[in-house]
């Protein structure tokens, strides 16, 4: 079986102009979808620009807590949100959107996030920045 | 941005349930635990370095939560309860973290305590 139900390719946060694999287990997409959490489904739409070339903002490197420096928060801005699979609405008013990536490209978690004020760094990330780089 | 159609498609064909019904989930890889409530289109709200709020858009209310760093707490359950073949009630795990937050964060802990009983949420033992 393959590694993951829904693989995606994501900008490499050591060097943009190559891509790695993630992407989202049979597990977790399965539990969604039995649930009927329509919302947390629809926005699987959003990961794949999010964690796109053209479409992340900013990637942290560590989840802020023991044994997760390997892991990458990739941040975005759709231009929309997805409520449902049909309902698409504008994205929230000063949130991102997150993408967490385990080290072995697993995609954990992704939601909104309200982001500092004018900018798009989220609340509550603490990881290290890793792209863009920011040495002069 | 170009859509990817196959995705779409993807989802199309393997759509949600028509009701939406409160889940847990473990990644023991992620060490985490993510539990719903509520199916709201929600926002994250980080609270300390174990416990991430999830927030409905539309009414703010706490929706559900992520509990990091849970593989402990779990392995040490045994200790302090029984842990039935069912599992564990879920409220448990929110008084183990009830005492690292703040008062606000103290009443968003109560407040997910309350909604696991009310619903009859279960941590499952396996991690």
Known sequence: MARWLLPFDAMDPKDPEKTWKTGITQDLYRKIQRQGHEARLARIELIEEVLSRDGVKRIYGGWSRPDKDDCFVYVGRPDRDHRSLTTHVPPPPNMVFLVFVLGGG???EWNWRPAQSGTLEPDGVHGELLWPETRS | MARNSKLTDFLKANPPAKQFVPYTHLNQEADVLTVYFEGDADYSERLNDHVTLYRSIDTNEVVGCRIKGIADLIDDLPNYLRVSHDGTELSVVFLAFRGQVDANGRQAMNDLARTALEKNMVLQSTI
Do not use: A, K, P, V
């Open chain 1, 106 to 108: 697993t995609i954990d």
